[in-house]
């Protein structure tokens, strides 16, 4: 039993790492309407303009 709640705290841990070295991750569940940040979706529909192939264009 000890084994087990030991693997999760490292994994868990390694968890927290991972995402607090990912940049901009925001936790806080489904934004809507005027909740969602406008700088965020237009940064996502520029990304997705840039790794569109050219035939797509």
Known sequence: MIKI???FAAFAALA?????????IDMG???HGADMRQG???SIAAAT???APAAWA
Request: hydrophobic share 40%; proline share 0%; aromatic share 4%.
């Open 29 to 31: 569940g489904e934004k």
């Open 5 to 7: 709640l030991l693997a």
């Open 40 to 42: 965020k979706v237009t």
């Open 16 to 24: 927290l790492f991972l995402l607090s070295r990912g940049g901009d």
């Open 49 to 51: 303009r840039q790794q």
